[in-house]
């Protein structure tokens, strides 16, 4: 092209004039399946931390499922803001993890206790997470030295193991504040003051639900606790956990809606049985 030549429409002539919408038709639907499969591949969804809720669960054996569940369903993920003093957060986050979800995944071989025959467990804690109105803590100081025997004493019954309790404190636990008794006590406290809905506490046969009806269901059996104040991890469309939110004195439940917005995106959930 010579300089300051105009720069003309190129004319579709022929056959290729004809051809050109099947071509351009043809090239449309498969692109878009693949941006669609890209966003979402299998309709996974999940809350928190770096968001990775289809990964092998974390270091420690026995642990439900990842700390930082990810996927890529979300356009914005949750970051850390740290280096975080202890005690510096807004509220909690208590993570229940949906038990026989976790105990079909390879992992499982490690929690003998926990997905071994006749172990009949439904929902277990995961965890008690500090957590800021946008983001989370990290990096709370020196790195913790595991709990003293009498601190995982006080947390038995508490986590599905001795082996969660342990890393859950070391990740999380040091961000609190309090010393391991004491946060060990409030993840007892935050248990215990959830009331889990009849058809996960007898779960006998493998059930479907919408997210939102799970949701619903807990909102149903806590009095005090609303839409935006819970969220749901997910996982190849099986349930994996329900997260809700508690004011940090634990005396309330607390709106949290980037954890809220944040919960599963599939229609629809599998729910396998207890074992």
């Known amino acids: 092209m010579q300089d300051g030549a105009a720069l003309r429409p190129v004319r579709l002539e022929g056959k290729l004039r004809e051809l050109w919408p099947l071509t351009l038709a043809a090239a449309l639907c498969g692109f878009l399946p693949a941006a669609s499969a890209q966003a979402d591949p299998q309709g996974r969804g999940c809350i928190l931390d770096n968001c990775a809720d289809a990964s092998p669960a974390d270091a420690n054996p026995g642990s439900p499922s990842p700390d930082a569940p990810s996927g890529p369903s979300f ?13 510096d957060f807004d509220f909690y986050v208590l993570a229940l993890s949906w038990s026989p979800s976790f105990c079909q995944t390879a ?4 929690a003998q206790t926990q997905c071994g025959a006749g172990a009949n467990l439904g929902f277990v804690v995961h965890g008690l ?29 508490v986590y599905p193991d001795e082996g969660l309790a342990r890393y859950e404190w070391r990740k999380h636990g040091v961000c609190s504040g309090k ?5 060990f006590a409030d993840v007892r406290k935050a248990r215990e003051a ?3 809905p009849p058809p996960f506490a007898t779960a006998k046969e493998a059930q479907t639900w919408t997210p939102v009806d799970i949701e619903r269901a807990f909102i149903a059996a806590n ?32 709106a949290c809606p980037e954890v809220s917005r944040q919960g599963c995106r599939a229609r629809q959930v599998s729910v396998p049985p207890t074992l």
């Open 75 to 87: 356009g914005r993920r949750m970051q850390p803001r740290g280096p975080s003093a202890p005690g």
């Open 194 to 196: 959830i009331v889990v």
């Open 179 to 183: 010393s391991p008794t004491d946060y």
């Open 129 to 157: 997470w500090p957590q800021y109105e946008h983001g989370y803590p990290s990096d709370c100081g020196p790195a913790a030295r595991s709990p003293s025997r009498i601190a995982l004493e006080s947390a038995a019954g």
């Open 223 to 254: 009095r005090r606790l609303r839409p935006g104040m819970l969220g749901l991890a997910c996982a190849h469309g099986v349930l994996q956990e329900v997260r809700i939110c508690f004011s940090k004195d634990l005396r309330d439940f607390h």
């Open 107 to 110: 992992s499982a071989e490690r």
